[in-house]
């Protein structure tokens, strides 16, 4: 380089660098998300994203948010999809407002909802790829959720 310093490129697949650096965050800081959650229970439709051959899966599946923010999600799920990938679309519209974009599997556990019978899996999911009129669109729905619950209690 010009200044005479030595750069060192890695390279590796986004999800295992995001999750090597939520690793290397001391324990205390490592609240996946900063950002206000409110809760909401709207369809969502999921399909795998396989990264070796770049394009998603054709099947599409069908769960519920349990909550989101505009970082991400908490979804209800009828399956658990460690095995299945480490990426998935997700498409869902809070009206007017349709947000769509790719997400990385923070995790997937068994629900302890007791009464979701028809939903027994919950992930928490990171947005990491977005187009700007979806963000916008994301950001619009938490901004109307704000409002709504700050009535609610009375503010």
Known sequence: SR???KIELFLGEDDQIIRLL???????????????RYKINLPVSYRFFH??????GDEAFLG??????????LMGLDQDIRNQGSC???SFTFAPQQVEGLCSVRYTRKSEAKHEVDLPYVAGLQ???MTEESRANLKRACIRLGMWSSKKLGH
């Open 127 to 129: 947005l990491f790829d």
């Open 88 to 90: 998935v679309h997700v």
């Open 51 to 56: 990264r070796k051959e770049s394009k998603l």
């Open 64 to 73: 519920r948010t349990i909550n989101i923010s505009e970082s991400g999600l």
């Open 22 to 36: 939520y690793a290397l965050q001391p324990k205390r800081d490592r609240r996946l998300s900063k950002l206000v």
């Open 3 to 5: 200044c005479g310093k």
